[in-house]
């Protein structure tokens, strides 16, 4: 088997334990919890969600690569 060594420009990575599973008709939200009481919340695909078999209580990587920034000042 081959294994490749893969290179990512997203810098933000996050890794935090599966707290949540919403799974909907063509995509699903899933929580983790990435320690302090933050939770941080994304949007996958349906299809991704079953590929990599994601359930409550795995250990994943939230990856962010933001394309723009917004600051408010109130």
Excluded at 30 to 57: F, M, R
């Amino acid at each position: 088997m081959t294994t490749l060594a893969m290179q990512i420009s997203g810098r933000n990575k996050l890794k935090g334990k599966v707290v949540n599973v919403v799974p909907g008709i063509v995509t699903a939200e899933v929580e983790i919890d990435i320690g302090n009481g933050n939770i941080i919340t994304g949007v996958i695909t349906k299809g991704s969600l079953e590929e990599l078999q994601i359930k409550q209580g795995d250990e994943l990587t939230a990856l962010i690569k933001a394309t723009s920034v917004m600051f408010i000042k109130e």
